[in-house]
């Protein structure tokens, strides 16, 4: 008895997510060409938000390079899109954004902290910066158009770069350097002692986890159809994937999935029912969540499934309390 | 086995260790004794190359290690038992161990490995799947040390085992380290529990201000007046 109950758990969660998969992917014949192309946004904020947790979540090196990753993916669509076709183009974007992750990796991940943070977020500024300038001073122009593709095309190509994503972040966790990436986080200079290459595993993961992020940005540009080195290196695409990962909680795989989610479909009612304060509204969110849910989503669905919801908020304001006094 | 020709380390501006030099032969505990900032750790960092020596040359099993990387280090067989232990907080019993044979040639036989760190410390099978921080001191310094054998180490340096612990620990951290020795593993040893120290070890150094000021046999040492004097309080 207790065996079958344990089998089928097992079963259950890959079963809904082949199930959720199948929807997903046959959903263009039964929703809404504006669905479709809200569903594709939502999946894009997935794929840089789990990219970001692959390498922040476990080390807790916090990288505003994402909007940097997005951006030369971008930039490939533009250049590259008129001459390749658009499979080589993605694959090309993901592998400069590689490539650019590897340069920032060796130079920077000797860094720590706010420093790390800092370095990243103006590499987004100096890329923006450089390309304008060449832009306007070497090829005379200021914004370049992309060959648009149609939007269920983009849909597809984004489920595929979705369920890549998830794949290799579930792979990364579940292997030894899953948890050397957790060690390096909570203790990286024992890890060093103990024999991890602690410099080699993080460059690496910095690496893999970008890819992802360009090819994101390379794909998604053919939906915007013009970019300019503002369009394409901006700082929100740094934010939102820590603020999503944070939100939906970081130790999970599908805590970053759940943030992203949420998020990118409260903007997108947010922004069509209040326009003018949707940032502010968005904000509030924010903050009430930071406060409250320190876990983010996946705590407090654990705390729900451990006893009831509210018993579980009055825990977790307890323990705020308590945390106070102790500081 | 590992040998220390003058070595000179260096903090900023700051000299931390002057000309040391230092032999331990295959199958030796070696001791290394001296009070607070005398550079005992310092020493241990400098041979897994956490920290470069200004000068001066460490040659294990016949291999200059100039140039390698502190992973490179633990490849070689050397192993080190940092002070304190610094275990993985947020990582359980078991993946703290396993953490320890991240090497590749480790990882392979890690199951094997695991079992004979359980059975010398059968403490640490019981709290398996319990997270590092809920361990008390003691069991965090066994975890540490059973850590430190994951690697399949040849020489083991273990950085103050005994610091912070119970006198019964005390007594069942030496008692292991004897142990370790008898199925093969070499040991340096650091400690300022000069008197247990003496009794376990076969040779000891004593380091002060940096500076080798004394090395001999253990029985030598602890007939000395110098150190009878100075850290034994005779």
């Known amino acids: 008895m207790n065996r079958v109950a344990l089998t089928s758990k097992k079963f259950l969660l890959p079963g809904l997510m082949i199930i959720a998969l199948i929807l997903l992917v046959t959903s263009p014949s039964y929703i809404s060409a504006y669905k479709v192309m809200l569903l594709t946004s939502i999946l894009m904020y997935i794929v840089v938000s789990v990219s970001w947790a692959i390498f922040s979540g476990p080390t807790g090196y916090i990288s505003l390079a994402s909007a940097a990753f997005f951006g030369v993916g971008i930039y490939t669509a533009a250049i590259l899109g008129r001459i390749l076709p658009l499979t080589y183009v993605i694959i090309i974007g993901g592998l400069v954004s590689v490539v650019l992750a590897l340069i920032v990796g060796v130079i920077t991940l000797r860094l720590k902290g706010m420093y790390f943070a800092i370095f990243t977020f103006g590499l987004v500024e100096l890329l923006k910066h450089f390309l304008l300038w060449w832009e306007i001073n070497i090829t005379g122009t200021r914004g370049r158009f992309v060959i648009s593709v149609h939007s269920e095309t983009v849909f597809y190509v984004m489920i595929i770069i979705f369920v890549a994503v998830l794949l290799t972040a579930y792979l990364i966790k579940h292997s030894k350097y899953g948890l050397a990436l957790q060690s390096i986080g909570e203790y990286e200079e024992a890890a060093e002692h103990i024999g991890i290459n602690v410099t080699m595993v993080k460059i690496a993961t910095f690496a893999i986890s970008s890819f992802f992020i360009g090819s994101a940005g390379a794909i998604i540009a053919t939906r915007w159809t013009y970019v300019d080195p503002y369009i394409a290196f901006n700082p929100i695409f740094s934010f939102m994937p820590v603020l999503m990962s944070i939100f939906g909680g970081l130790g999970q795989l599908f805590g970053p999935v759940l943030g992203a989610a949420f998020f990118a479909y409260l903007e997108e009612s947010l922004i069509t029912k209040f326009p003018y304060h949707y940032m502010l509204i968005f904000g509030i969110i924010l903050v009430v969540a930071i406060l409250y849910l320190p876990d983010g989503l996946i705590g407090l669905a654990k705390k729900w499934k451990k006893g009831s919801l509210s018993s579980g908020l009055v825990e977790l304001l307890q323990k705020r309390q308590k945390g106070r006094k102790e500081v | ?234």
């Open chain 2, 1 to 234: 086995m590992l040998e220390l020709n003058n070595i000179n380390t260096f903090y900023g501006k700051v000299q931390s260790l002057w000309d040391v030099s230092l032999q331990i032969n295959e199958g030796e505990i070696v001791a290394l004794v001296g009070g607070n900032g005398a550079g005992k750790s310092t020493l241990l960092n400098t041979i897994c190359r956490l920290i470069l020596p200004a000068s001066g040359s460490v040659t294990f099993l016949g291999r200059k290690t100039d140039g390698l990387s502190p992973h490179a280090i633990v490849e070689l067989g050397i192993s080190h038992v940092p002070e304190s232990g610094r275990v993985f907080p947020e990582l359980t019993v078991l993946e703290n161990l396993e953490m320890g044979a991240f090497l590749s040639h480790a990882w392979k036989v890690k199951n094997e490995t695991i079992k004979q760190v359980y059975e010398l410390f059968p403490r640490l099978q019981e709290r398996e799947r319990q997270l590092a921080r809920t361990l008390s001191g003691g069991e965090r310094q066994m975890l540490a040390m059973g850590r430190g054998l994951m690697s399949r180490p040849k020489l083991c340096m273990f950085d103050e085992p005994s610091y912070g612990l119970a006198p019964n620990l005390v007594l069942e951290v030496f008692r292991i380290v004897r142990l370790l020795r008898d199925q093969g593993i070499t040991i340096l040893l650091v400690e300022q529990n000069v008197r247990h120290t003496l009794e376990v070890a076969d040779r000891a150094y004593v380091l002060e201000n940096g500076r080798m000021v004394l090395e001999g046999a253990c029985c030598e040492l602890a007939a000395s007046d110098y150190v009878r004097k100075a850290y034994l309080g005779l």
